[in-house]
């Protein structure tokens, strides 16, 4: 999870974050070489008192800073599309969770079972174990398997919402009458944090999402235990 003064993402935890992070190095170069480059020109045009009667009219100038420029949009853009359709992928998800999200707390189905679903309210400041954290820990995790695709239905019972879960590269939408659909895999064991990130009223900062990821044996005893309380 997110702590005070960090610069960089969180510790990925998918496949997908793991190519977020890996696009977001790749662009952060490119950037870093373009500023060094511009900035050095800058330098040198305003420190040298020598003038180059031709810097005016160069074809082969001309030509270069409209080559190079489309080269490099084209080295951000094909690693931005490819991971697009990546994050669009969802092939025979192990299971189905559905999330609804209401003011202010989230609600979560698992439509593979009868009667597996739970609300998902945050933890009270003065309520909070030791250990629990202020704001972003709930009464309910959603717990699945880790290394199983699971597929996200994600929708709103009353105004805008938007799920998202930063470490496992999760942010759809939940829009009010219409089913947004998004796909995971947690690749290891953890708790991981995320919160609404669509202002959706007065209490908005006070719907946070906790997603744990589980080997399949203990997710399988889990399930079993919420069905035999419900």
């Given amino acids: 999870m997110a702590h005070p003064t960090q610069l960089g993402f969180q510790d990925a935890a998918s496949p997908v974050m793991e190519e977020l992070l890996h696009f977001h190095d790749h662009a952060l170069m490119i950037v870093f070489m373009i ?12 420190t040298t008192k020598l003038t180059n009667k031709y810097i005016l009219d160069s074809q082969e100038i001309e030509i270069i800073w409209t080559v190079l420029p489309a080269l490099i949009l084209i080295l951000i ?9 990546l994050m ?12 609804i999200g209401h003011q ?13 679903g739970f609300d998902s309210y945050m933890i009270p400041t003065q309520d909070l174990a030791s250990g629990q954290f202020r704001l972003l820990d709930t009464d309910h995790r959603m717990v699945v398997p880790i ?3 699971i597929r996200m239905l994600i929708s709103a019972e009353d105004v805008l919402h ?38 959706c009223g007065a209490n908005h900062s006070f719907m946070p999402i906790v997603v744990e990821a589980v080997p399949l044996e203990h997710f399988e005893k889990w399930s079993s235990l919420m069905l035999e309380d419900a």
Wanted: charged letters at 15%; hydrophobic letters at 45%.
């Fill in 147 to 149: 290394e199983s695709p």
């Fill in 77 to 85: 853009a094909l690693p931005s599309l490819r991971i697009l359709y």
């Fill in 35 to 46: 500023s060094t480059l511009v900035l050095y020109i800058i330098v040198a045009m305003v």
């Fill in 88 to 99: 669009d992928e969802i092939n025979d998800p192990h299971l189905t969770i559905k999330a």
């Fill in 162 to 199: 938007s799920w998202a879960v930063p470490s496992l590269g999760v942010k759809m939408d939940a829009v009010p009458g219409r089913l947004n659909q998004a796909a995971f895999i947690a690749s290891r064991p953890g708790v991981f944090y995320g919160q609404c990130s669509e202002i």
């Fill in 104 to 116: 202010w707390y989230w609600s979560y189905e698992y439509t593979d079972y009868e009667e597996l």
